[in-house]
């Protein structure tokens, strides 16, 4: 019985020890979370402002083309 209150203390730290670690880890996976959710975001509002590029793009070098063969034309 001497190393009771040793084997107390011990499993009341293991026991805070693994509530901290639980808590840290909740809070870590939530900003994970987090961050995918806004990195997705980004992501889809980069990928929509490069589409728009690419066909203003597109236009520009379809009316430019069209302007040389009608200067051609004439």
Avoid: C, E, H, W
């Amino acid at each position: 019985m001497p190393y009771l209150s040793t084997v107390l203390i011990v499993a009341v730290g293991l026991a805070l020890g693994l509530a901290v670690l639980a808590a840290v880890g909740i809070r870590v996976f939530r900003s994970l979370r987090r961050f995918a959710s806004t990195s997705r975001l980004v992501n889809d509002q980069v990928g929509d402002d490069v589409g728009l590029l690419k066909a203003r793009s597109a236009a520009l070098r379809v009316a430019v083309d069209q302007r040389r063969r009608t200067a051609r034309d004439r």
